[in-house]
């Protein structure tokens, strides 16, 4: 593994079933990210992680929780997916949470919810 | 609501021309400004970063920052067909970035 590794890459799943996105990094980030990508929307920040064990909430929060229950892994949990989630999701990292930092970005997600 | 703004483009270039893209942003206090480019299909990878008033080089790309106008702009020199993409413009107050929707360069051969 090489920076940020999401997965699935791709997913078609039905409304209403529960989905996980998965986001691991080995540059030792502290913070980590999910963004949503929409056409014509730009990037919007679904939840962030500043450090293991804390959590915040984005611009985008609803229907969708995450944990950090350690410094390498922060997967993205959609409950009960609607079609309105149907997006690319990224998940980024940033050495520190300051500002200044410059973040990096996985591959991506892309997911469809029928 | 902290905002930036970015014209969506698509905005078009002749090969070897200057490529001038711009944004605006609402919350006076911010501190920190990146320009990301992101091909279509990929994810964003930074460009350039900022964080003073003036201008900042690198290679082909230079940087420019008003914070009293509240403006970062995003000079490409010699522009090539490779640099077509969208453009994102993306601000933070040591809080997470906050994206601009993105301006669609092409850059025509």
């Known amino acids: 593994i090489a920076g940020i590794t999401q997965a699935p890459t791709s997913q078609i799943l039905a409304a209403g079933r529960r989905m996980t996105l998965r986001c691991t990094q080995d540059m030792r980030h502290n913070a980590m990210y999910w963004y949503r990508q929409d056409l014509g929307l730009g990037l919007r920040l679904i939840h962030y992680?500043?450090?293991?064990?804390?959590?915040g909430k984005g611009e985008v929060p609803d229907g969708y929780s995450v944990s950090r229950a350690n410094t390498d892994d922060f997967p993205l949990t959609l409950a009960s997916a609607v079609p309105s989630q149907t997006s690319v999701y990224f998940c980024a990292s940033a050495i520190q949470a300051t500002g200044a930092n410059v973040l990096t970005f996985g591959a991506g997600s892309r997911l469809t919810v029928l | 609501q902290k905002e930036v703004e970015q014209n969506s483009g698509p905005l078009s270039v002749p090969e070897g021309a200057i490529a001038s893209l711009n944004c605006t942003y609402s919350d006076r206090g911010s501190q920190s400004f990146f320009w990301y480019r992101q091909y279509s299909g990929k994810s964003p990878e930074l460009i350039m970063s900022?964080?003073?008033?003036g201008d900042k080089e690198d290679g082909r790309f230079t940087a420019q920052l008003n914070k009293a106008s509240q403006y970062v702009s995003l000079l490409i020199r010699d522009s090539q067909p490779s640099d077509s993409a969208t453009y994102l413009c993306?601000?933070?107050?040591?809080?997470?970035?906050?994206f601009g929707k993105g301006t669609r360069l092409s850059v025509i051969a």
């Open positions: 900022i964080y003073s008033n």
């Open positions: 993306a601000v933070s107050r040591n809080t997470p970035l906050v």
């Open positions: 992680s500043n450090t293991a064990g804390t959590t």
